[in-house]
């Protein structure tokens, strides 16, 4: 069964530091292009930011460039976001993606194939 699994969500105070896994599971994950989006409590889902196969490029949401890293191991099928200077309002369900294609890093939701569970992230003091 081909299937993404996010970690490392939590409790974090501001400022602080996070790093999210997304691991893949029955494919190959180097074949796509992987995405983080998250969604806030009564808020919709929103672009994080993405990176292609062999990570030759990437991509960040405006306010979170400069904070947010987003990696990838090929060789442990694994795509991280390393969330740094964390702030409150980055609180939200984050849920990474994958979309088939060496050279895609889409923003739109619906260009990608397979979704994680989420893992929740809470900043607060």
């Known amino acids: 069964q081909s299937q993404l699994v996010e970690s490392g969500g939590g409790l974090v105070e501001p400022g602080g530091s996070l790093r999210l896994s997304c691991a893949a599971s029955?494919?190959?994950?180097?074949?796509?292009?992987i995405g983080w989006f998250r969604q806030a409590p009564g808020k919709e889902r929103e672009w994080v930011s993405c990176?292609?196969?062999?990570?030759?490029?990437?991509e960040y949401l405006d306010s979170v460039k400069g904070r947010f890293t987003i990696s990838r191991d090929e060789g442990k099928n694994t795509a991280y976001l390393q969330m740094n200077s964390l702030k409150p309002e980055d609180t939200a369900d984050y849920y990474c993606?994958?979309?088939?294609?060496?050279?895609?890093?889409?923003?739109?939701?619906?260009?990608?194939?397979?979704w994680g569970q989420g893992t929740q992230v809470t900043v607060s003091s």
């Open positions: 029955g494919f190959i994950l180097d074949y796509y292009g």
């Open positions: 990176i292609t196969s062999r990570g030759r490029l990437t």
């Open positions: 993606a994958a979309a088939i294609g060496y050279t895609v890093c889409p923003q739109e939701s619906d260009q990608y194939t397979y």
